[in-house]
């Protein structure tokens, strides 16, 4: 039923969210009746906070592709960006080489699909809630299907009578009910949930005859004569209602808690009285339907005997005591329980966190999605509409295809910066063990480490990884062949069940620890694969980071390390994404370079076709030179790196990093990772500086995340972006050098040592790499501090959030805001509106808080130093930027308040530790009665039997992280809401 989609806020309103009016499609005749209630909408972009931020060119920024059958035809969304958004889909003419047509659409448009016919092309378009139906015929809109915003993939049944949407929203998969017609395919979002009919019960319409006196107006039951007036001047009027004959789930509810003394009002958040939609509502508030008996509405109602609560003495208890007295034995109980495990969350299927493309097995029985948010792979029979498994990845997919039973995964790499595996020796608390490793806290005046006597042991690592490379090292780029049965893909290896292949520089570089992966196994040409396509035995595969399309060669029946094989490497434009089959070739998507490559499959050769001639050329400005840098690999040394590794999407991978801020050293001064932190979002930093979890970095210090791309230690010899061993500083660089914050090699202080190479000679030549790679691609030379400039251009240029599709005027919402606001909770102390986080009133240099959560290992053990308070205490002068000294972490352990703008658009990784794996766990006490199982979890086997942990406690002491442990389910619900509808 719409209504508890609507109410519960995980469905999204068709209604919702500030909008502007949507580009008119080119319609073939009028549309059939739309859903009740439902309006053409499309959201309104995110207005830049900086008034004074220039105004940057719309680009159009092309993503994806679809063909005719025939290969003579292409369809291209052109999505545009976050603050300017697209609304067309451009048709090329592939024989011709040229753009013939752009065809109007809904806003931001995103992926597409052939429908099976042949004749359709149904476009997704993420900020409007429809999607747009193009005859290919006629190269026509004609006609437009209500679906909820953030719809993004969608795939047909072979038989072209279902489409299936991935819905970026609502972490589901929604299913559109199609009719084609002669001339346009129309469909309906099938609307799944719990079932109203068995809540409500049964009804059956009666027919009532009554007579009407014409002259007096006095309604009868079959007179002749007006018992009134007398007239016999009567008219018969014979009318229909419906009349409930058995009772449902609500007569349950009704007689158990409806009464005036309990639920007969809303009473602790529940409600059971006289109003249907209302009691609905909160029944399905109070259900799990994936563990019904650890529902509250069950758990409140049954004894502690029978697994519930009603009767505990703790604190927590029911009012109204047990309800079930004798559940096994109760058909009321068995009822209501029957009706919460048959429910499903709606309007579609759970699925993982925030999916994107999707791959239908050949019977159609069985659907695959990639979720980039958990790091997984959903399993979704299409019989049952359920989600049956997970295939975990421990990586964002970016695209996956089914090849003769075998699933192949375009995805990032398995680590996470961590340690490869546990490790007593250098796990030790004892300071005397020779293998012990130790915090690194520095003095704030000099930013040097203090001496090692004043260090402290790390003790257990947070977390291991199953890579032996550590930090930004761990950063690669991976294709998997797997069978679906494999629970998880999470390793380096080749057996057959699995096989992951990675880069082909990942041990490469001086720095890289070598013979870890297998050297058949490291094959990956380029970063950041994208996109796949398959023509015959061969797979292509965009790699967005370094401008490359692969080509690998298929044969299942191989040894697994030889089931793919590499072939040829295709150069396109900047940033490829969506791949096609056109006729003899390939059709590839430039998304930075506002372009298509048209590749020639049997002749190897490329052509190049600018999608938008009038405006000048990407990179334009110093605002798109720095994103070129944050979104490609080419300005990382060994090709395989870039900043939406983990930034993904600009907000966040879903991993938990080992990086600098929770790096310690050995005994002899070598870096000592096993700490974590989240991947907070680049989005919306104008208002959040100072910003990361310490409150350390200004806009324009990209400085050390710059350097960590390219370790100095890298350029003693070839790499794979050439050899600069022969370049040797001249006594102007040495001088130079020897006053920045570049001369950081070891953050421990440890000096370099290397016979024959200086300090100077490797920062020259990481110079003349980013001076001969800016050239390459800007047509002028870039040094590493004009990035770093560039970089802060882009950071704080535009906000790039999502605008928001939650209807702020939502009851829930407005509940949740009052809660949200309310000194007795306490949110709106450390995140006031309008940037959701405190700036102003926080009087330390960090703008940070004292420690509100636990900490987790590894938690408090650097003292991080900005590279722009490195700059200062060397006296190194920014000519961009000469009066900023930089900063240090004063406190050890203080965090800044992040912003809460687009929480609902990043991945479920949150507190500074990123130990949270939901809102959920963010806000709630510990044994909250709102925390909820966890279906098919895989990640997280800390969690005692599978259930949500609430992390809002210091130390034992609840309420540190705002005072919630009083609120309802129903309140917590609410404030929940409102923050997910925070834009």
């Known amino acids: 039923m719409a209504i508890a989609a609507l109410g519960i806020g995980i469905a999204v309103s068709m209604l919702r969210g500030p909008s502007q009016a949507a580009p008119t499609a080119t319609i073939g005749r009028p549309l059939p009746a739309h859903p009740v209630g439902w309006t053409r909408r499309s959201l309104a972009p995110v207005p830049n906070p900086d008034p004074d931020a220039p105004a940057q060119l719309a680009r159009l920024r092309p993503y994806r592709v679809a063909t005719t059958p025939d290969g003579e035809k292409a369809y291209v969304t052109l999505a545009g960006r976050e603050i300017h958004p697209g609304s067309d889909v451009v048709v090329i003419d592939v024989r011709e080489r040229r753009a013939i047509r752009r065809l109007r659409v809904g806003s931001s448009p995103y992926g597409l699909a052939r429908h099976p016919s042949g004749r359709w092309v149904v476009v997704t378009n993420r900020f409007s809630n429809f999607l747009s139906v193009i005859d290919t015929s006629r190269d026509t809109v004609v006609s437009e299907i209500p679906v909820p915003f953030y719809s993004e993939d969608v795939v047909f049944s072979p038989d072209g009578t279902q489409a299936y949407l991935s819905n970026f929203q609502l972490d589901q998969v929604l299913i559109v009910d199609l009719a084609v017609g002669p001339e346009r395919l129309d469909g309906r979002v099938r609307e799944l949930g719990f ?26 039951h079959g007179a002749a004569v007006c018992p009134r007036c007398g007239s016999t001047d009567l008219v ?82 029911h009012a109204g005591d047990v309800v079930f007295e004798d559940p096994p034995n109760d058909t009321d109980y068995a009822r209501l329980r029957e009706w919460i495990a048959t429910g499903t969350r709606g309007p579609g299927i759970a699925v993982g966190q925030k999916p994107r493309d999707m791959a239908l097995a050949a019977d159609g029985r069985t659907l695959y999605v990639a979720n980039t948010g958990s790091l997984d792979v959903s399993v ?10 997970r295939i975990f990845t421990r990586s964002p997919v970016n695209d996956l295809v089914l090849i003769d039973g075998r699933l192949v ?48 042991p790390l003790g257990p690592y947070d977390e291991v990884d199953g890579t032996a490379q550590e930090k930004f090292r761990d950063i690669t780029n991976d294709v998997v062949v797997l069978d679906p049965a494999t629970p998880s893909v999470a390793a380096y290896d080749a057996t057959d069940r699995f096989t992951r292949y990675t880069s082909d520089s990942f041990e490469a570089m001086s720095g890289d620890i070598k013979g870890d992966v297998p050297a058949d196994l490291m094959k990956v040409v380029g970063a950041f694969p994208e996109q796949i396509a398959q023509v015959g035995d061969r797979l292509y595969i965009t ?69 938008d001639e009038d405006r000048e050329s990407f990179p334009a400005n110093d605002f798109e030179r720095g994103e070129f840098f944050v979104q490609t ?51 919306n930093l104008f208002l959040e500086t100072p910003f990361f979890v310490e409150g350390t970095l200004s806009m324009d210090e990209a400085l050390t995340m710059m350097m960590e791309h390219n370790p100095l230690v890298d350029f003693q010899g070839r790499t794979p972006s050439g050899d600069f061993s022969g370049v040797v500083a001249t006594a102007e660089e040495v001088e130079r050098a020897s006053t920045s914050a570049d001369t ?54 535009e906000p790039r959030l999502l605008p928001n599709p939650i209807d702020p005027d939502d009851s829930m919402v407005r509940r949740g805001r009052a809660i949200f606001e309310s000194p007795e909770v306490g949110c709106a102390g450390c995140h006031p509106a309008p940037a959701f986080t405190d700036k102003v009133t926080v009087y330390n240099q960090n703008k940070a808080f004292r420690p509100l959560v636990t900490a987790a290992a590894r938690d408090n053990v650097h003292t991080l130093i900005s590279a722009d308070r490195l700059d200062a205490i060397m006296g190194f002068a920014r000519d961009w930027d000469p009066t900023d000294e930089g900063r240090i972490e004063e406190h050890e ?88 509808s925070i834009e």
Not at 240 to 258: F, N, S
Request: aromatic share 8%; net charge negative.
């Open 195 to 220: 079932d109203h009919e068995t809540f409500v019960g049964a009804t059956e319409s009666v027919s009532e005859v009554v007579t009407i006196c014409q002259v007096c107006g006095w309604r009868s």
């Open 236 to 317: 018969a009027e014979s009318t229909e209602h419906e009349m409930r004959v058995t009772g449902g789930v609500h007569t349950i509810l009704r007689a158990r808690c409806g009464t005036s003394e309990c639920h007969l009002y809303p009473a602790g958040g529940y409600v059971a009285g006289p109003d249907l939609d209302e009691s609905f509502l909160s029944a399905v508030l109070h259900a799990f339907p994936d563990r019904p008996e650890a529902s509250p509405l069950l758990q409140a109602s049954t004894s502690i005997r029978h697994g519930g609560w009603a009767d505990r003495v703790d604190g927590r208890h």
């Open 380 to 389: 979704v029979d299409l019989v049952t509409l359920r989600e049956t498994s």
């Open 409 to 456: 995964l375009a995805t990032l790499g398995v680590g996470s910066g961590h340690p490869k595996a546990r490790h007593p020796g250098r796990e030790s608390l004892d300071p005397r063990h020779p293998e012990a490793e130790f915090t690194l806290f520095r003095d704030p005046e000099t930013g040097q480490p203090y001496p090692l006597e004043r260090q402290q």
């Open 543 to 611: 790699m967005s980071g370094t401008f490359q399309v692969q080509e690998w060669e298929i044969d299942l029946s191989a040894e697994p390390s030889r089931r793919l094989v590499p072939g040829r490497v295709f150069e396109t434009g900047f940033k490829p994404v969506g791949i096609a089959p056109a006729g003899d070739g390939l059709i590839v998507v430039d998304h930075l370079g506002d372009s298509v490559t048209f590749i020639d499959l049997a002749g190897g050769e490329t052509r190049r076709l600018l999608l």
């Open 633 to 683: 690999s080419v300005f990382s040394v060994d090709q395989d790196e870039s900043c939406v590794h983990c930034h993904y999407r600009d907000a966040s991978d879903g991993q938990r990093w080992s990086v600098s801020q929770v790096m310690g050293q050995s005994r002899a001064g070598d870096e000592r990772t096993g700490g974590s932190r989240e991947v907070p979002d680049i989005r």
């Open 744 to 797: 950081i090699v070891v953050a421990t202080g440890r000096g370099w040592e290397r016979d024959g190479v200086r300090l100077a000679d490797l920062i020259a030549r990481r110079e003349l790499f980013f001076r001969q790679t800016s050239s390459r691609y800007f047509g002028a030379a870039y040094g590493f501090r004009d990035m770093q400039r560039v970089i802060g251009d882009y950071q704080g240029g």
């Open 893 to 980: 352990g203080f965090f800044v308040a992040p912003s809460l703008r687009g929480l609902w658009a990043r991945p479920h990784a949150f507190l500074h530790h990123g130990r949270a794996v939901g809102l959920r766990e963010v806000v709630a006490t510990p044994d909250h009665p709102a925390l909820r199982p966890r279906t098919l979890n895989r990640r997280d086997p800390d969690r005692p039997a599978g259930r949500e942990r609430g992390l809002n406690e210091l130390d034992g002491l609840i309420d540190t992280h705002g005072t919630t442990s009083h609120l309802s389910v129903w309140e917590f619900e609410c404030l929940l809401k409102y923050l997910v």
